[in-house]
């Protein structure tokens, strides 16, 4: 039996004694017994990728809420509670994943899962998850299994791949006359998120896929791939990939002098990292978000995030740090919302609340009862330039 087989095997055995939910997935237990909260502190934890491909958005993201937490701490904390954001590395390794929750959930007790990180990773952690009564906030997956189906500990404030994808594909169709569209994925959820999208849009339009080809994240070699690609004549590629990989799969094209296609990627495949090097020229991205430049006009608020973002960790904020920013303010005020006399039930209650949120960014969230997913339109950038420029906003399928 394979390491990984058994730690999914054995780790509902281990939550055997936890608190669960009740039929609806709330908890309703009374303030002294609920899980990861005392009278002086809230525990929150997360998984996330500090050393592996992902690393700059598990990194970003981490820095983003400890400035949020670490503020309201100084500030008094939430109803005279401290936040303490307990953070373990999984190098974005499932088997590695499914430890590091183990621990979070059965040692350090946390009250609520905040900014977990990939959507493989998500989705075989949060059944158990739930079991144990603890709700996921906010995750780093744009997976639409972040809120579909609906349950009530399941919330997210990012765009949803699908729907960008589909967003994109429509876009690109309509207006700017692309017909062969095509995908290279990786072989995993989030990759088969990106391929039903595509798939999806297209028969939305009477067309098909042209090409698709997959790889695993660690893949290095593309050659292959992209020649396969430019031998179908694909003038669109939606990619299923991250920085390294999208880094990749560009520099390849642009060594086979491939230009007469647009590469198009999603909230996984946004950095400045693409954007910095000369392969990334032109590349698209539809996101929740638009990263921020050092010498773009700011709001006094955004100006002085960006200095004490600056101060404390020695390099400029990308878009994870505001994605964690966001993540833990909105925590906080879920947090706020549920009161003094906290429990999961007032948590969940307090998220849905939240429905005419704007952050220090401009972009807006907002939830209810009925709608856990906290946005609904993304935002189209292209390199230019080695940096991302905005072409539009609110765009939607």
């Given at each position: 039996?394979s390491?990984?087989?058994?730690?999914?095997?054995?780790?509902?055995?281990?939550?055997?004694?936890?608190?669960?939910?009740?039929?609806?997935?709330?908890?309703?237990?009374?303030?002294?017994?609920?899980?990861?909260?005392?009278?002086?502190?809230?525990?929150?934890?997360?998984?996330?990728?500090?050393?592996?491909?992902?690393?700059?958005?598990?990194?970003?993201?981490?820095?983003?809420?400890?400035?949020?937490?670490?503020?309201?701490?100084?500030?008094?904390?939430v109803?005279?509670?401290?936040?303490?954001?307990?953070?373990?590395?999984?190098?974005?390794?499932?088997?590695?994943?499914?430890?590091?929750?183990?621990?979070?959930?059965?040692?350090?007790?946390?009250?609520?899962?905040?900014?977990?990180?990939?959507?493989?990773?998500?989705?075989?952690?949060?059944?158990?998850?739930?079991?144990?009564?603890?709700?996921?906030?906010?995750?780093?997956?744009?997976?639409?299994?972040m809120?579909?189906?609906?349950?009530?500990?399941?919330?997210?404030?990012?765009?949803?791949?699908?729907?960008?994808?589909r967003?994109?594909?429509?876009?690109?169709?309509?207006?700017?006359?692309?017909?062969?569209?095509?995908?290279i994925?990786?072989?995993?959820?989030?990759?088969?998120?990106?391929?039903?999208?595509?798939?999806?849009?297209?028969?939305?339009?009477?067309?098909?896929?042209?090409?698709?080809?997959?790889?695993?994240?660690?893949?290095?070699?593309?050659?292959?791939?992209?020649?396969?690609?430019?031998?179908?004549?694909?003038?669109?590629?939606?990619?299923?990939?991250?920085?390294?990989?999208?880094?990749?799969?560009?520099?390849?094209?642009?060594?086979?002098?491939?230009e007469?296609?647009?590469?198009?990627?999603?909230?996984?495949?946004?950095?400045?990292?693409?954007?910095?090097?000369?392969?990334?020229?032109?590349?698209?991205?539809?996101?929740?978000?638009?990263?921020?430049?050092p010498?773009?006009?700011?709001?006094?608020?955004?100006?002085a995030?960006?200095?004490?973002y600056?101060?404390?960790?020695?390099?400029?904020?990308?878009l994870?740090?505001?994605?964690?920013?966001?993540?833990?303010?909105?925590?906080?005020?879920?947090?706020?919302?549920?009161?003094?006399?906290?429990?999961?039930?007032?948590?969940?209650?307090?998220?849905?609340?939240?429905?005419?949120?704007?952050?220090?960014?401009?972009?807006?969230?907002?939830?209810?009862?009925?709608?856990?997913?906290?946005?609904?339109?993304?935002?189209l950038?292209?390199?230019r330039?080695?940096?991302?420029?905005?072409?539009?906003?609110?765009?939607?399928?």
């Amino acid at each position: 039996m394979s390491a990984l087989k058994w730690l999914l095997l054995a780790w509902p055995l281990a939550l055997t004694g936890c608190t669960g939910g009740d039929d609806a997935g709330r908890s309703s237990m009374a303030a002294a017994e609920v899980r990861g909260v005392t009278d002086a502190e809230i525990v929150l934890g997360s998984y996330t990728d500090l050393s592996g491909p992902t690393a700059l958005w598990g990194v970003g993201a981490t820095n983003g809420a400890r400035l949020r937490f670490d503020r309201a701490n100084a500030e008094g904390g939430v109803h005279g509670r401290l936040i303490r954001f307990v953070v373990e590395d999984i190098a974005y390794q499932l088997p590695k994943a499914i430890q590091a929750a183990n621990k979070l959930i059965n040692r350090d007790n946390i009250f609520a899962m905040v900014l977990a990180v990939g959507t493989p990773m998500n989705n075989a952690i949060m059944p158990q998850q739930f079991e144990a009564g603890v709700p996921n906030l906010f995750p780093i997956s744009g997976g639409r299994q972040m809120v579909e189906p609906f349950h009530p500990m399941k919330f997210t404030q990012r765009g949803i791949y699908y729907n960008e994808v589909r967003a994109a594909v429509r876009h690109f169709v309509e207006n700017e006359g692309k017909r062969n569209i095509c995908i290279i994925h990786h072989d995993s959820d989030y990759g088969q998120e990106i391929v039903d999208a595509v798939e999806d849009q297209l028969a939305a339009t009477g067309l098909q896929v042209a090409a698709r080809t997959a790889h695993k994240p660690t893949e290095s070699e593309f050659t292959a791939a992209v020649l396969r690609l430019r031998e179908a004549l694909c003038d669109m590629v939606a990619m299923a990939t991250v920085h390294r990989d999208t880094i990749l799969v560009l520099d390849t094209a642009r060594k086979m002098g491939w230009e007469d296609v647009a590469w198009v990627g999603n909230n996984a495949a946004y950095g400045q990292v693409i954007a910095d090097h000369e392969s990334g020229e032109g590349y698209y991205a539809f996101t929740h978000m638009a990263k921020i430049y050092p010498d773009d006009d700011k709001s006094a608020a955004v100006q002085a995030w960006w200095d004490q973002y600056l101060a404390l960790y020695g390099n400029e904020p990308g878009l994870a740090a505001m994605e964690g920013y966001r993540a833990a303010d909105l925590t906080l005020l879920a947090l706020d919302n549920a009161g003094r006399e906290l429990t999961v039930d007032g948590l969940l209650k307090g998220v849905e609340a939240i429905t005419d949120y704007e952050d220090i960014f401009g972009y807006r969230v907002s939830f209810s009862a009925e709608k856990h997913g906290g946005v609904r339109e993304s935002v189209l950038s292209q390199v230019r330039n080695g940096r991302y420029v905005v072409l539009a906003e609110a765009v939607s399928y």
